[in-house]
């Protein structure tokens, strides 16, 4: 029928078989598909008529010219019936199933497009290949129902393109190119992704290094940077934010009198510290005031480098200072006493009572050691009655000095000697005056022994007697028996020597001993019923009484226990 459209031969299409009809037996190639020829094609008036060749590609022929439409008898319809109902003119029609796993080949006649360079993963162009020519089917029988006008360009197409004489082929494989192809798809275009690093000479990626390194210093130095600044100022300014502690407001209220806090409070005023230069020595010592007319009880070693030229200064707990002179001294007690002048308020230290002290009381040592001054430490009465010998340095027993004294586990050093041992009265008990030094503290080689917890000190019943002499004499008085004594000696006892110093008895005519009945040779065992195990240890119970006192001696003579009472007379001491 010409109804004015154009005559060429129309493009398959795939449909869906209709139920109860014949459908055709696919060959063992995909069928060729003819596709809608483009517009532009239609306006040319070409037609486009596909022939099997065993290679090459499809020929194509222009139509003829001349070739005019039939008429159209009137009322007739403008198609044939299509008993297939092929569409767009009827309903679906018989169809050929397509290969299983392989997109729709293109159609004979249709243009393909260029193939487009694929991508890799990476976004990067891959160079295209061309593939084999594609090997057409050969066309399939027409059905005997076939549209009368398709079989009418059949005589036509044959005629126009005789067919050689087919060569036996062996079956080409699909193109890649064809497999690649979506015909219903726009023209393939790279991927629109983020290309990934560019492709090294064998294949592998390159690690893009360099940018990520770069990347991580300068994000360590801008942090390292931050950091630091934040460091250095919570360092100048104790934090991001000002911090404040909390902390007891209370006053801490006073202090009971017996403790040692209490203590220290008020014996400090009345204790001093000495500085003593002469010509060829000096030391510093401590002492403290015994009345508001200026006089300071201290020991005799304190002032000895004083000599009777030097000079004596005085620095008071609240720091004045003033100039002193000694007004008696005594090397057999270690006792001395200083004077200031011109200085008023000063607060005397209370005198206790040492025969009242037990082993254990509570004790507080005060003094200046190693000059440091005003210095406070605490400790108990270890033992009492500790007879102890100082001094000795002159080599002639001058400067000895025997003390009964007592023993103090308080720290005593260089420096505290003189200074005063209170009771939890604040009362003196003592006048601190030597330490029991470790074998390895030796003075021997000009060094100073520090404190091991030994400490001793003149009871205060004893000082007291001793200062009130030299207050009011100058010289102090020493208790004596009239005796002479072996100190080379050395059993059980104090042995009264064979002869004098002299040459004479060593019982002094018409002494206390004599008149008492001691004899040479007599080993004195107890005094007042204690024991005595040396000569020294007599000669320190003996001073630790008054002259006129009366002893009872316990002595051996010959292998036999004797027993007498001795008063003791008196001695100046030096």
Same mark, same amino acid.
């Given at each position: 029928?010409?109804?004015?459209?154009?005559?060429?031969?129309?493009?398959?299409?795939?449909?869906?078989?209709?139920?109860?009809?014949?459908?055709?037996?696919?060959?063992?190639?995909?069928?060729?598909?003819?596709?809608?020829?483009?517009?532009?094609?239609?306006?040319?008036?070409?037609?486009?008529?596909?022939?099997?060749?065993?290679?090459?590609?499809?020929?194509?022929?222009?139509?003829?010219?001349?070739?005019?439409?039939?008429?159209?008898?009137?009322?007739?319809?403008?198609?044939? %019936?299509?008993?297939? #109902? !092929?569409?767009?003119? $009827?309903?679906?029609? &018989?169809?050929? *199933? @397509? =290969?299983?796993? +392989?997109?729709?080949?293109?159609?004979?006649?249709?243009?393909?497009? %260029?193939?487009?360079? #694929? !991508?890799?993963?990476? $976004?990067?162009?891959? &160079?295209?290949? *061309? @593939? =084999?020519?594609? +090997?057409?089917?050969?066309?399939?029988?027409?059905?005997?129902?076939?549209?009368?006008?398709?079989?009418?360009?059949?005589?036509?197409?044959?005629?126009?393109?005789?067919?050689?004489?087919?060569?036996?082929?062996?079956?080409?494989?699909?193109?890649?190119?064809?497999?690649?192809?979506?015909?219903?798809?726009?023209p393939r275009q790279p991927l629109i992704t983020q290309p990934g690093p560019p492709l090294g000479p064998d294949g592998r990626r390159k690690k893009r290094r360099g940018p990520v390194l770069v990347g991580a210093l300068l994000l360590a130095l801008v942090a390292g940077g931050i950091g630091g600044g934040i460091g250095a100022y919570v360092e100048r300014n104790g934090g991001l934010t000002a911090i404040e502690l909390p902390q007891d407001e209370r006053n801490g209220g006073g202090r009971a009198p017996d403790s040692v806090a209490g203590i220290a409070a008020s014996a400090l005023p009345s204790v001093v510290t000495l500085h003593v230069s002469g010509t060829a020595e000096s030391g510093t010592g401590t002492g403290f005031v015994l009345d508001d007319r200026g006089h300071i009880l201290t020991n005799n070693h304190v002032v000895a480098p004083a000599g009777s030229s030097g000079e004596i200064t005085v620095t008071f707990s609240g720091g004045e200072t003033a100039s002193a002179e000694v007004v008696g001294k005594d090397s057999g007690y270690d006792l001395a006493v200083v004077k200031v002048s011109g200085v008023s308020g000063l607060k005397p230290l209370p005198l206790g009572n040492s025969d009242n002290v037990r082993v254990g009381d509570p004790v507080v040592a005060i003094g200046a050691p190693f000059d440091l001054s005003n210095t406070v430490t605490s400790g108990i009465i270890s033992a009492k009655d500790r007879p102890i010998t100082a001094g000795g340095e002159k080599g002639d027993g001058s400067d000895i000095s025997y003390v009964d004294a007592l023993q103090t586990d308080a720290p005593i050093n260089p420096g505290n000697s003189g200074g005063p041992l209170v009771d939890t009265d604040a009362h003196v008990i003592g006048i601190n005056s030597a330490i029991r030094a470790a074998d390895t503290g030796s003075t021997t080689e000009g060094g100073q022994a520090g404190s091991i917890g030994l400490g001793f000190a003149i009871p205060i019943n004893q000082g007291k007697r001793v200062a009130e002499e030299l207050i009011n004499t100058g010289k102090a008085t020493h208790p004596v028996i009239g005796v002479s004594l072996d100190m080379k000696y050395t059993g059980d006892g104090a042995k009264v020597g064979p002869k004098g110093a002299d040459g004479k008895s060593s019982v002094t005519e018409g002494g206390p001993g004599a008149r008492a009945g001691i004899r040479p040779g007599d080993i004195?065992?107890?005094?007042?019923?204690?024991?005595?195990?040396?000569?020294?240890?007599?000669?320190?119970?003996?001073?630790?009484?008054?002259p006129g006192d009366q002893l009872e001696l316990t002595l051996t003579r010959g292998g036999k226990d004797l027993s007498m009472t001795l008063t003791l007379g008196s001695a100046t001491g030096t």
């Open positions: 029928m010409d109804d004015g459209k154009t005559t060429e031969p129309k493009a398959k299409w795939w449909s869906r078989p209709a139920p109860g009809r014949a459908t055709r037996t696919a060959p063992e190639e995909p069928l060729p598909v003819e596709d809608a020829m483009p517009p532009a094609a239609e306006a040319e008036h070409t037609a486009v008529t596909v022939t099997p060749e065993t290679s090459g590609p499809a020929d194509v022929t222009p139509a003829p010219e001349d070739a005019a439409p039939a008429p159209r008898t009137p009322g007739q319809p403008l198609h044939e %019936p299509d008993p297939y #109902g !092929t569409p767009p003119y $009827g309903g679906p029609g &018989p169809w050929a *199933p @397509a =290969p299983p796993v +392989q997109r729709p080949t293109p159609a004979h006649g249709t243009p393909v497009p %260029p193939p487009h360079a #694929g !991508t890799n993963g990476a $976004g990067l162009t891959v &160079p295209h290949t *061309p @593939a =084999p020519a594609f +090997q057409a089917a050969p066309p399939m029988p027409p059905h005997p129902q076939a549209h009368p006008q398709a079989q009418a360009h059949a005589p036509h197409a044959q005629a126009a393109h005789p067919q050689p004489h087919p060569q036996p082929h062996s079956p080409q494989p699909p193109s890649p190119q064809w497999l690649q192809y979506d015909p219903w798809s726009a004195i065992t107890e005094v007042d019923g204690r024991r005595v195990h040396s000569g020294e240890e007599l000669i320190v119970k003996i001073r630790s009484h008054r």
